[in-house]
């Protein structure tokens, strides 16, 4: 079998942690297929662009302090929204998820490695690149300036002449690839890579989301990648797919990019329900609570996103026969949410709860999310979608899914793991207060954005009347966001520190239940040398507990005794 | 001006379905040996259910003038009617019927795509706007038997795209899981022919285009009377909406059902999934007797493997 052994510089040792003073420094990490590496790296590459994301949105921010002001240009705003959105969804959000899915599913289901290394590295570069490329339209006469969903006939030759739409498609496409790829390898990896004896119903719950996530991408990105393909034809080679006057239509694109953008939605969320699952359960001393009825819902919720696309569509004028089936089909995706919500809080209850960083990101996500979610329902009833639709109201909702569900998911997974990863140890009372100061500034950025949204302020306009109180909410916003942008300045301090001088870390130091815990940290090249046996989802707790192991007690693992 | 007769008491029944009725409840005291047996229900459910959606008014709205009651029968009889005969089957069968069951059970497994096939084609196929025009031509004809063929295609259809999930011999069945990727797939062939219905253009069945209400004036869109008030393009988009979302979580509800099949079935150890291929750094297939890590107790958690 070993005749397509290709070398690689890479250690025999234990890797370096996130350190690149490894004997081949920063080439081993460039040339590395090890899905350790190549997570850390998604993961830093996702830190870069949050930085590069955030900034632009402070400058909007900065536009929008007050009324009527001349800060920003039309043209620059214009691009610096379309540029934010784009880039944390897509190479913020994403790559974050996936990192840590490539460097924890092999890790939880006891593989030394992903199905396709190389496939793996392929993926990583692909996006990185198709970041970089998106960006070097700054460079190129003039970043995307449509909106990161980028509606036709705006994103049309003759309403955007610049370069930067072109950019968009190809670096969107180069990155979609790069995220196809990455599920395919997910899966098979997931399917056929388990350590023998796991069977689905004792896979961690972090993985089942994957699992979903990366179902869901494949069968939704082709959507998005035919349109930026179709896009590019339009404004390359006049084609007339969504040019109206040459008998194509605008309304073809927005379905072909919410038939890609709804599951997109859940493609981010997904991946976050399962951190919290892990972590709520962890930290809570219990098996997460109905097991079955946290996958069960994951899998509703991935099969139904494809239902109910036309939902970010209600005020088109597709009829009102059309938006009621949606509008009625989109007020059921609430049930499979809300069942996970009280399947955590039943987690909660009556465990002994430890309040670590990761554990308070969890609970902060339970409240966050959970306006989110409400605000999300509010706009499945048509008439409120009318009313609201294109105000900050919509920009309340999305930060509340996207940071207080996403984002907050990528937090606590980041304390949660990061002893794991980096064999050191964050810094307690920072991460405290680096805690307490995204929270305050979160809330403060948005909770006043629903109430702008109520008073009819629209989004993407570069600036605003001085009508009552809208300056005073939007100051507020503002000084949110500054806050924002300090917590995450502090992040990158405590990383640093900690990843350069912090304590060693232990093992296990959460006394956490799967088995990316069953090795050192960080792990060695190897993962594993040899795994617990596999007898139920708390793999590693079974074997540190022998007398109480969950598959001595047929019940528990469903969640019904208590502790 | 005469007023139409209420459309609450069109039921009409065809002399062929009473006939496909009778036979197939025949059929299973055929078949169970002249005794009830469990899940009995389940398919005298589906032969009412069939005779409902057949007979009634809505059966008649569906003929004569809205496309989207049509779809509703299509889609009670294929998606309910059929796979709820297929459940009611009674369980204990002459041996010669079991082993022929059996062996289609057996057969079909190796084929899982032709049930597929059936169960989306048949949708398709019927919906093609020629084939659905002709399916109304034989209307009057003597005891309504052209009129019956659809149905009886689709019972056939639907029991047959059930039967890999549901049929009677458990051990051909798919897993559960394998399952869900079956139903999902149907529903996805199923959105999309419903997305092209509901953005057709509103004269592309000319049966309804042309439809004279049938002395129904109260169906009419452009009557005063109309409380309804459906007009063609309407109903052409509720008809694909039907077939896209509702008919959607009759597939999803199979998938929950399914899932729930699966957490709830405690078997023992499951066959470990197959040995990992090749690649760099491939795991190491370790068989659980070979697992030996350092006991716990001795040196506390979070003891490393190495
Ligand atoms: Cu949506």
Redesign the interface.
């Known amino acids: ?1 070993a005749n397509t ?2 070398l690689v510089p890479e250690p025999a040792r234990p890797l370096p942690g996130l350190s690149i003073n490894s004997s081949q420094g920063l080439l081993q990490w460039i040339s590395s ?2 899905h350790k590496q190549l997570g850390i790296m998604y993961l830093w590459m996702a830190l870069l662009f949050m930085l590069v994301g955030g900034l632009e949105i402070l400058l909007v921010r900065v536009q929008l302090a007050v009324p009527r002001n001349t800060f920003l240009s039309p043209e620059a705003y214009n691009q610096l929204f379309t540029m934010h959105g784009t880039t944390m969804i897509f190479f913020v959000a994403m790559p974050a998820l996936f990192g840590f899915g490539i460097y924890f599913v092999p890790l939880m289901i ?4 992903m ?3 190389r496939l793996n590295a392929l993926s990583l570069w692909l996006t990185l690149f198709g970041g970089s490329l998106m960006y070097f339209s700054f460079l190129a006469g003039g970043a995307p300036d449509a909106g990161w969903f980028n509606y036709a006939p705006l994103n049309q030759f003759n309403y955007s002449s610049s370069p930067g739409v072109d950019y968009y498609c190809a670096g969107l496409l180069l990155a979609g690839i790069g995220t196809i790829t990455a599920s395919i390898n997910l899966v098979v990896t997931i ?11 004792d896979m961690p719950v972090f993985v089942w989301m994957m699992l979903l996530t990366a179902c869901l991408v494949l ?1 939704s990105f082709p959507a998005l990648n035919a349109a930026l393909a179709m896009l590019l034809l339009d404004r390359q080679l006049h084609a007339h797919f969504f040019d109206v006057t040459g008998g194509g239509s605008a309304v073809l694109w927005q379905h072909l990019f919410w038939l890609f953008g709804h599951p997109e939605v859940y493609v981010l969320i997904l991946p976050a329900f399962g951190i919290f699952s892990e972590i709520f359960a962890v930290f809570s001393r219990k098996p997460v609570f109905g ?2 009825f946290i ?2 819902s994951g ?2 919720i991935a ?2 996103a ?2 109910v696309w036309v939902h970010h569509m209600l005020a088109v004028g597709l ?4 938006n009621g ?2 509008s ?2 989109s007020m ?1 995706i609430g049930i499979p949410t809300g069942i996970k919500i009280f399947n955590w809080l039943a987690t909660m209850h009556g465990g002994s709860l430890r309040f670590t960083v990761a554990m308070r990101f969890a609970i902060a996500f339970l409240v966050e999310f959970t306006i989110g979610g409400l605000s999300g329902i509010a706009f499945a009833i048509v008439p409120i979608d009318l009313q609201l639709t294109d105000t900050y109201f919509v920009v309340a909702h999305i930060h509340y899914v996207f940071i207080g569900g996403t984002l907050f998911g990528l937090f606590a997974g980041l304390f949660y793991w990061f002893p794991k990863m980096s064999g050191r140890l964050l810094d307690e009372r920072l991460s405290k207060w680096f805690f307490w100061l995204f929270v305050v500034g979160f809330n403060g950025t948005f909770l006043v954005q629903h109430v702008l949204g109520t008073l009819g302020m629209p989004r993407r306009v570069y600036t605003y009347p001085d009508l009552p109180g809208w300056g005073l909410l939007n100051m507020i916003s503002t000084a949110g966001g500054f806050l924002m942008g300090a917590a995450t300045l502090l992040l990158v301090y405590m990383l640093v520190t900690a990843i350069r001088r912090g304590p060693l870390a ?4 959460w ?1 956490a239940y799967t088995l990316e ?4 940290s960080p792990p ?3 993962n ?6 596999v ?1 139920s989802a708390r793999p590693w707790r079974d ?4 007398d109480d192991a969950d598959h001595l007690k ?1 019940g528990k693992k469903k969640g019904v005794h208590g502790k | 001006m005469h007023s139409p007769p209420s459309i609450w008491a069109q039921w009409h029944a065809s002399p062929a379905l009473l006939l496909l009725v009778a036979g197939l409840a025949a059929a299973y005291f055929g078949l169970s040996g002249g005794r009830w047996q469990a899940r009995g229900g389940l398919y005298f459910t589906a032969l009412g259910l069939l005779a409902l959606v057949e007979a009634s008014p809505l059966h008649y709205l569906g003929m004569h003038a809205l496309f989207s009651a049509h779809m509703v029968v299509h889609i009670v009889v294929l998606l309910l009617c059929g796979p709820l005969l297929v459940l009611g089957l009674p369980p204990a069968l002459p041996s010669t019927v079991a082993r022929r069951l059996a062996r289609f059970s057996g057969w079909l497994r190796g084929h899982t795509w032709l049930a597929w096939l059936a169960g989306v084609g048949i949708m398709w196929g019927l919906h093609v706007p020629a084939v659905f025009d002709a399916s109304f031509g034989g209307l009057d004809a003597a005891f309504g038997l052209p009129a019956l063929l659809p149905v009886v295609a689709m019972l056939l259809a639907g029991a047959l795209f059930s039967w890999p999930l549901v049929g009677p011999t458990a051990e051909a069945h798919l897993h559960p899981l394998a399952g869900v990727v079956y139903l999902f797939s149907a529903c996805v062939g199923c959105s999309l022919l419903g997305l092209l219905i509901t953005f057709a253009p509103a004269d592309t069945y000319q049966h309804y285009a042309r439809a004279g209400w049938c002395g129904t004036p109260s169906l009419a869109p452009d009557f005063a009377s109309n409380p309804w008030g459906l007009s063609l393009a309407d109903d052409q988009q509720a008809a694909g909406l039907i077939m896209w979302v509702p008919c959607c979580f009759i597939y999803l509800g199979g998938c929950m059902y399914l899932v729930a099949k699966y957490f709830m079935a405690d078997e023992g150890v499951a066959p470990p999934p197959a040995p990992p291929l090749r690649g760099r750094g491939a795991i190491r297939p370790l068989t659980l007797a070979s697992v030996r890590l350092p006991s716990p107790a001795g040196e506390g958690p979070g003891v490393g493997l190495h």
Request: hydrophobic fraction near 45%; charge should be positive; glycine fraction near 8%.
């Open positions: 079998m052994t290709v297929v090890d006891g593989a030394n490695e199905a396709f290394p399917l056929r890579y388990r350590i023998p004896g796991m069977r689905f119903k069968a097991y079955a996958v069960g899998i509703a099969l139904l494809f239902g009829g009102n026969t059309v089936f949606f009625a089909s059921l232990p093992a296990d130091p006394d815990w069953a090795t050192t060695t090249l190897q594993f040398d040899r795994v617990p046996p007898r074997h540190k507990r022998p047929p």
